[in-house]
Structure formats: C-alpha cells, structure tokens
C-alpha cells in the first residue's frame, strides 16, 4: 500500500485564482489526496470551503511555525497558509469498495472495486474481467470467490488467474470455431497487447485479430463471423462489420 493520504490543520489563510477568485480565513483542515486533489474543509456541512481537482502540481513546505502548499490546475491556482499549526498527518489509503468475502489463508477482507478486487491491509490484487461478476460460491481449490465473466458465452471461473484462467476457458471453448474471412484459416484465441483476440492461426502470414467482445454469442453475421449479444446491443465480432443490420436484399 503505497498510496497516502496528507493532513493539515490549523489557522490557515486561503486564497483561490480562477473563475471565481477569493480570499478566506479560518481553521480549517487541509487535505491532500494521492491523486493531488485538495480540500479545504471547515465546521459546515460536506462540501469544501476550497479544492482543486487533480492538481498538475502541488508544493508543500512545512516547518514547527506554519506551513504553505500551492497547488496547481492549468490557469486555476490554490494557495493556503498556514499560520498556526494545529497538526499534521500522513496516513495510508486504498480505493473503497463492496466487502465480498476473505481471503482464505489471511483471513483480511476481500475488496471489489471498479476493476479490482483488493486484500485490505495488503498489496495482493485480483484483476477483474471486464463486465465480471462476484458470485456466492468459492473455487474448491484455492477458497477465494467464483467469478461470471463473459466473453462468448459466460464462464464461471476462479477469481485467481493463476488457478482458473479465462483465457483458457475461451480457448477451449472457441479455439477453430470461427473462420478467418481473410485467408480461411480457423481462428484461435489469443491475448495480444493485453486483450483477449480471436486472431488468424496463419499469423504472421495473417494478421487478421478480432477483440472479444464482452457478450454471448448468439448469431451468425452475414460475414460468416458470429454475432454477440452485448450491452450495447447486438455486434458482430469485426467491429467494423457493415454486414449485420444489412437482410438479403439490402
């Protein structure tokens, strides 16, 4: 866990440049995030008195009298003195999610973000297939969560890579179902560039590759490729198909 999160309190001027220049004073606390937001936070309500969102830059200098941080956002400026100090902190953070279960053999909780799912008060992370879903049982191997992942047809697989991978799911079940319309050759899934493909078994000869999308095979497309029922809607496996809405006489 390398991520921090800054603190600063105290008796503090703050001035901000911008749309809608102002001048404030009070005590106040200061917050600096990992990703350089700022907030100045004081007695009333959620919302901050001050902030900069991602700030480009931040400088912050500090010594037992005060402190002084600036920040910086394109034309957008924020600065906070820093004339009494009250304290000031460091401490660790991670990204908040939904608790799904614990890890078996730390027994820490398990942590689901938007791509993730994460050991609390540990580095160990679980990357999550696009569109994937946690389910109720655990893998009679390892003890960590079931996942639902589509990508052709949906594949309930273990959450560790490294006991039940997705890529191998795919590959047995669509290696050679599908043919290239280049050259004719079947195609085999691959990952290439971190994506998982449905790419040409004549490469390099052929460097025909699709993108699987994140869906269920439900159709063939009249470019003989199949069709894949998808968030979105229907798409043929060649994005760039013009074929699919097209009947027999159009």
């Given at each position: 866990?390398?991520?921090?999160?800054?603190?600063?309190?105290?008796?503090?001027?703050?001035?901000?440049?911008?749309?809608?220049?102002?001048?404030?004073?009070?005590?106040?606390?200061?917050?600096?995030?990992?990703?350089?937001?700022?907030?100045?936070?004081?007695?009333?309500?959620?919302?901050?008195?001050?902030?900069?969102?991602?700030?480009?830059?931040?400088?912050?200098?500090?010594?037992?009298g005060g402190f002084?941080?600036?920040?910086?956002?394109?034309?957008?400026?924020?600065?906070?003195?820093?004339?009494?100090?009250?304290?000031?902190?460091?401490?660790?953070?991670?990204?908040?999610?939904?608790?799904?279960?614990r890890h078996p053999?730390?027994?820490?909780?398990?942590?689901?973000?938007?791509?993730?799912?994460?050991?609390?008060?540990?580095?160990?992370?679980?990357?999550?297939?696009?569109?994937?879903?946690?389910?109720?049982?655990?893998?009679?191997?390892?003890?960590?969560?079931?996942?639902?992942?589509?990508?052709?047809?949906?594949?309930?697989?273990?959450?560790?890579?490294?006991?039940?991978?997705?890529?191998?799911?795919?590959?047995?079940?669509?290696?050679?179902?599908?043919?290239?319309?280049?050259?004719?050759?079947?195609?085999?899934?691959?990952?290439?560039?971190?994506?998982?493909?449905?790419?040409?078994?004549?490469?390099?000869?052929?460097?025909?590759?699709?993108?699987?999308?994140?869906?269920?095979?439900?159709?063939?497309?009249?470019?003989?490729?199949?069709?894949?029922?998808?968030?979105?809607?229907?798409?043929?496996?060649?994005?760039?198909?013009?074929?699919?809405?097209?009947?027999?006489?159009?």
């Amino acid at each position: 866990m390398d991520k921090t999160i800054r603190v600063f309190a105290g008796d503090c001027t703050t001035t901000f440049e911008g749309s809608d220049d102002q001048t404030q004073r009070g005590r106040v606390v200061v917050i600096i995030k990992p990703d350089q937001t700022v907030l100045v936070h004081d007695t009333d309500g959620y919302q901050p008195v001050a902030w900069l969102t991602r700030s480009d830059s931040i400088t912050v200098e500090s010594d037992v009298g005060g402190f002084g941080i600036t920040a910086r956002a394109g034309e957008q400026v924020l600065r906070i003195i820093g004339h009494e100090v009250t304290g000031h902190a460091e401490y660790p953070v991670t990204e908040a999610g939904i608790p799904v279960g614990r890890h078996p053999k730390s027994g820490e909780s398990l942590i689901q973000t938007s791509n993730m799912i994460t050991v609390i008060n540990s580095d160990i992370k679980y990357p999550l297939p696009k569109g994937a879903t946690v389910q109720d049982e655990c893998c009679e191997s390892c003890g960590l969560p079931m996942i639902e992942a589509t990508a052709g047809e949906r594949f309930s697989i273990c959450l560790d890579r490294e006991c039940e991978s997705l890529d191998d799911a795919v590959r047995e079940r669509f290696d050679d179902e599908w043919t290239c319309p280049d050259c004719g050759a079947p195609m085999q899934i691959i990952r290439r560039s971190g994506r998982l493909l449905a790419g040409c078994s004549g490469y390099p000869a052929c460097e025909t590759a699709f993108a699987i999308p994140t869906g269920v095979v439900v159709d063939v497309c009249s470019c003989g490729l199949p069709i894949f029922e998808t968030s979105r809607g229907q798409q043929c496996l060649d994005g760039t198909c013009e074929l699919l809405n097209k009947t027999d006489e159009g």
